[in-house]
């Protein structure tokens, strides 16, 4: 069971260039997220997806947009990556939309942005 | 606004004694989560423990408990019998009902053998 599985583990990109970071998820969650992880901090939300279909954004949004592809999948879009991007990006997924559920997370993705 | 602060940058602990982490919270609502989550230095992220706002007994799982003292807005972690295994980053998050999950800036937890 491999629970929440993202791609790529590791990036490395050029100012300006854009790139999709893939999330899948069997688990048959209906929430999923995308945080990304800086030295010294906790995670911080990107966007959000609380139910197929759905698309919100969180605390840090700019610069990204996200595709919630289907109830298994949604991916996270940098369409002119910027230096301050370098980060850890994680995707997550929980059971649904409420405070007593916990989220499960990937194995993370490490982003350099030159 | 959420706000989570967990106030030890980094906390020591000798293998078989028990450590707590501190973790404290700030919210209007009546109804939310607090979690705790384990990041190993391979980085993935591991869900601990959870306690709701409404539960009257202190949340415990295995060799994990949260003790909880909602008047003082607080959610401590308590490890028992470190283990070097438990060497890692410490993570606490509350969730407001129908608000997205805000995470403290953690503590790294070193077990000494």
């Known amino acids: 069971n491999a629970g929440v599985t993202q791609t790529p583990k590791f990036q490395v990109l050029k100012t300006g260039q854009s790139m999709t970071l893939q999330c899948a998820q069997d688990?048959?969650?209906?929430?999923m997220y995308w945080y990304r992880q800086d030295p010294g901090m906790g995670l911080r939300l990107i966007y959000y997806s609380a139910s197929e279909g759905t698309t919100d954004k969180g605390e840090v949004p700019n610069g990204y947009n996200v595709s919630r592809l289907n109830k298994r999948e949604f991916s996270l879009r940098l369409e002119s990556a910027a230096p301050s991007q370098t980060s850890v990006y994680f995707c997550?997924?929980?059971?649904?939309?409420?405070?007593?559920?916990?989220?499960?997370f990937g194995d993370g993705t490490r982003l350099s942005i030159l | 606004a959420q706000k989570i602060t967990q106030t030890q940058p980094g906390m020591f602990v000798q293998e078989k004694e028990a450590v707590t982490l501190d973790c404290t919270y700030d919210?209007?609502?009546?109804?939310?989560?607090l979690f705790w989550y384990k990041q190993p230095s391979s980085g993935e992220m591991i869900f601990l423990i959870y306690q709701g706002s409404y539960d009257e007994q202190n949340a415990t799982e295995g060799r994990y408990s949260l003790n909880f003292q909602k008047a003082r807005k607080s959610a401590n972690l308590v490890i028992s019998a470190s283990q070097l295994g438990d060497s890692a980053m410490y993570f606490c998050?509350?969730?407001?009902?129908?608000?997205?999950?805000?995470f403290g800036a953690g503590t790294r937890l070193t077990v000494k053998p």
């Open positions: 919210t209007s609502d009546q109804s939310y989560g």
């Open positions: 997550a997924s929980s059971g649904g939309w409420f405070s007593n559920q916990p989220q499960h």
């Open positions: 688990m048959n969650h209906n929430s």
């Open positions: 998050a509350m969730r407001e009902y129908n608000n997205d999950m805000r």
